[in-house]
């Protein structure tokens, strides 16, 4: 049994420990296995009381009371009903060392010291007395909408997942779901009369094994919280291989995508392992990774069921170990260096390298992609720069420095601020700074060198000529040139990164809003054209066909005679976007192409809308078509021959019958005439259906009314007992009723014709979510598994030898016409033996989930 564990209690007064008992569903043996704890604490000496037990008169749960001392219960009577309730009162004064008390999220009978029986074990645990209770996963408040959509019923007790979390051990107690149905029809859990419902609504083999996940999984992350909780508590950085967890490097290159799909069939050769992204950012800026590619890699990575995270760090290779260490990952899959020759004959060691030399106990995989060796496209210096700066940089270089060469020489002459040879050499480099930031790092080093030499010349003694008379002049000059370049540099740097950090931020925050967008159901075209041509200023954006003809989608307007630039994009492989306005540059072109394969996608999903919307009344045909052939075959038969039967003898002369014979001839041939108007009537609907001339009469059902003329239109009486169940209890289904009578009446015929002598045959309804249910259960010999989809085949009579009694095309007409109705038919194991049909509809009036 999976367990976890609570931190230790604090220090100072000591509280009483919790102890849970996890279920995945009632029966799973929480209260026995309760009641075993107790018996084997007591059995060390522990002084253990039994403050609740809810035994649901289970005899073996029973039998673990006996020998264990029980606490009596308190009474309280609410709306004329007598309760029994768990007595806080008497386990205080009792004061034992553990006490048991099942059903930890009871609702309290009002009038109680807590509405809530957890609030009750939370008293006696500050009063530190320890508490072994029992829980089903269906109880866990963050899991009851969960619990509700898969098993369609509602729980109106829970218990806040924080209290059970903050127990000192949760334990779950396991069952598989056919495990549990055989302790269901053994007896074992309810009574017998209540077995067959229970096995046909909650106990189904698909909500206890859903059930059971959800358990699973809840414990298997509170044991994963406690393994965290005890590495950072004990400061274990080394990685324990508890579960497979593969980390893929990325930068945002081209060979993003290459390691993501390897790190992702690494982790697919493991059951349960985990797959995680982890791209490095700068901590000064951008490191060159182009967002558009993140984007992609990051929705990759969502789609192959991984985590796309980013961290910050100026080391790469140790930002990566550390994120991988601190997910406790077991392998790291980083890409071959993109590095050119050059640097590798200079002993350069790329990420890969310095990775796999520092990561310890973690797998590196380097992995080969079409960029390595091939060297970095890097960032031209100026290329983000504006023409105007880019051509205004180089003057300002030379005419500032020459500028402030004639106002310091006034200024000199003139006496007026008695500046020294320092004072001007920071008014310099205070300039060379100014023209960094104007024309970048190639402006900066020409205003460098055009200052220092205006400065030797005319300031520096001996003035007037490039000679240097001290030789701390000279140091003082070379140092001014290293600092102007130095700074001019840093500067240049600065403002790029500054620059590629806004544009970035204004990408990412547009990128942001557009999924943001989609998430809220924005997600049509003329929605997201409306939304490009807001996001880019653009006075109209329309998508059309690339060819001449076809109709376009507009979002807003253009004016006629409009000379506006004209921008298109490629969406799909035969339409274009079109965006009339002013010219983008570069970086907007670039997030265009992210809204224009948002666009793709969504001509893509109308497309297939459209074409699953014209596929529908095809397949609706050819299902009635099915269906009506069916008909023809098998249910015209049987009046056809009757009716033939009766008029044959009746005008044969070889017999001569008596009145009472003739009269009985008579009835037989008008019930058979009867039977056959009204199959023809019916086929004569059907093949209008299939026409698409007449649409299916739809309309609330009741299933008590629908069942008696079914049995009516049996062919023979049935050979067993037909015995209805809950059909009164059910709302009304949206069904064809005289569809729904002929689907009713072969599958009961079906049933009775499998059935043992003596056993009845069930016609069963409930209600699952917005749908109601129909089983025609029989306890016959069954179908297996393999053979049922063929049973639903044309001519298929698995079993069967006698071809009197039809053709074999009951079960295909049956869900011929369920599916027509917008239903499903499908089959069961009977618990104990035997078949189910279950014929499920949508209930009138309920809106479907």
Known sequence: MAQASAPPDAPGRRTGRLKVLLGAAPGVGKTYRMLDEGWRRALRGTDVVVAYAECHHRPHTEEMLEGLEVLPRVRRTYRDMEFTELDLAAVLERRPDVALIDELAHTNVPGLRHPKRWQDIEELLAAGIDVVTTVNIQHLESLNDVVEKITGVPQRETVPDDVVRRAHQIELVDMAPEALRRRMAHGNIYAPEKIDAALSHYFRVGNLTALRELALLWVAERVDETLQRYRAEHGIGGVWETRERVVAGITGGPEGETLIRRAARIAARSSGGDLLAVHVARSDGLAGASPAALARQRQLVESLGGSYHTVVGDHVPMALLEFARAENATQLVVGVSRRGRLLRLLNSRGVGESVVESSGDIDVHLVTHERAGRGRHRPVPGRDLSLTRRLGGPVAGLALPVLLTMLLRRQRVAEALNLNLTSEALIFLMAVVGVASIGGVVSALLASVTASLLLNYYFIPPSGRFTIAETNNVLALVVFALVAVIVAAVVDRSLRLSRRAARATAEAETLSSLAGGILRGEQDVPVLLERTRETFGMESAELRPRGPDGTAVRAGRAAEGDASTEIKVPVGADQELVLRGRDLPATERRVLVAFAAHLTAAVERARLAEAAAEVEPVRAADRMRTALLAAVSHDLRTPLASGWAAISSLRSRDVRFSDEDKEELLVTAEESMAKL????????????????????????????????????????????????????????????????????????????????PGRPVTVAASVLASRVELR??????????????????????????????????????????????????????????????????PAAGVAPD
């Not at 009469?697 to 069942?707: D, I, R, S």
């Not at 729904?740 to 049933?751: F, M, P, Q, T, Y």
């Not at 298929?796 to 053709?807: E, P």
């Open 776 to 841: 025609v259960v029989d306890r016959g010999p069954g179908i297996r598994a393999a053979d049922r989809e063929r049973a639903f085949a044309p001519f298929q009579r698995l079993g069967d030898t006698d071809n009197t009694t039809g053709l074999g095309l009951g079960l295909a007409l049956s869900r011929g016409l369920t599916e027509a109705m917008g239903g499903t038919l499908t089959p069961e194991d009977t618990p104990g033996g035997g078949l189910t049909m279950v014929v499920s509809l």
């Open 677 to 756: 108007n009204r199959l023809v009537d019916n086929l004569l609907d059907m093949s209008r259906i299939q026409a698409g001339a007449l649409t299916l009469h739809l309309q609330p059902t009741a299933l008590a009314e629908v069942l008696p003329p079914a049995l009516d239109s049996l062919p023979e009486p049935p050979p067993c007992r037909i015995a209805a169940q809950d059909l009164e209890h059910v709302p009304d289904v949206l069904a064809d009723p005289p569809l729904l009578e002929r689907v009713i009446a072969n599958l009961v015929a079906n049933a009775t014709r499998h059935s043992p």
